[in-house]
């Protein structure tokens, strides 16, 4: 299986040359930790491409705007996808990028096309549906994993559960995710370093989401829930933790030693890649 990943180069022209790597996406932003120079050269070498990867298949991707000075990103997975190293992870890129704007690209592939000037919607897969993750039981062996693949699901001030972050976003399913929660597996205190969630207030009618990674149609979701508002916090999971008290908490992070622990994955990173 290819882990599929497109860059872009835009010159100070304001030309842009794209690349594709079929094997690219898994250590992404270990490799941007090389800073602009060799990320560039990296980049060059992969040789131009005019495949645009679609929202299903891009499982990760970086801009490069040398004029503007702008690296956006995104990954499927990798520190900077995981809770206990996501700030560290991008702490750590800022500073191997002086005088950057780096931003992380929460709508994919997408995200980097309307940066461009360019549709959108040739990347967009508006035929496929929702697919939905199943509900974890408390037990779970999924969750005995120091950062399990999981979304974390609050509703009001009583309920909490987990889904397996295998799919989409459960953000994607609209009201009907309550139906499919009614009954459904409660974990009382979740305790687990996700990497997704959102809050639900039925009496409010208010939801509020995020994810580390990316979300097809990231900023569309208030579409799929009419009548509701909904709130994107990005990658602001302690506002899930703020409104969810004692039914979120994660596991508290140490901010130092998870930047000692990326810089030693980038170090194994840079050593194990050839390209």
């Not at 100070?12 to 990320?39: C, F, H």
């Not at 000692?260 to 050593?271: F, K, L, P, T, W």
Request: aromatic share 8%.
């Amino acid at each position: 299986m290819a882990d599929r990943a497109n860059f872009v180069v835009v010159r100070e022209s304001g030309e842009y040359e794209l690349y594709l790597s079929r094997w690219g996406a898994v250590g992404l932003d270990l490799d941007l930790l090389a800073g602009p120079v060799d990320t560039l050269s990296m980049v060059q070498g992969l040789g131009v491409d005019d495949w645009w990867l679609d929202d299903v298949h891009c499982q990760g991707a970086a801009l490069l705007d040398l004029g503007r000075k702008v690296l956006l990103l995104f990954a499927w997975e990798g520190p900077s996808t995981v809770m206990r190293y996501r700030a560290a992870t991008l702490d750590l890129l800022r500073e191997a990028w002086p005088g950057w704007d780096v931003r992380w690209a929460y709508d994919g592939p997408a995200e980097l096309r309307t940066y461009l000037g360019l549709d959108p919607e040739y990347v967009r897969d508006r035929v496929r549906g929702t697919c939905r993750g199943p509900l974890l039981e408390p037990e779970d062996e999924e969750l005995a994993d120091p950062e399990p693949m999981a979304a974390v699901v609050t509703v009001g001030s009583d309920h909490c559960h987990v889904v397996a972050n295998v799919a989409d976003h459960p953000v994607r399913e609209g009201a009907a995710l309550l139906d499919r929660l009614s009954g459904g597996p409660d974990h009382g205190m979740c305790r687990v370093s996700a990497d997704a969630g959102m809050h639900i207030d039925p009496l409010r009618r208010r939801v509020g989401w995020w994810v580390l990674g990316a979300v097809a149609e990231a900023y569309e979701m208030p579409e799929r829930w009419p009548g509701w508002t909904v709130e994107f916090w990005q990658d602001c999971w302690r506002e899930h933790v703020r409104l969810a008290p004692g039914r979120f908490r994660p596991p508290p992070v140490d901010r130092e030693r998870a930047r000692a622990e990326v810089r030693a994955a980038a170090g194994r990173h840079r050593s194990s890649t050839t390209r």
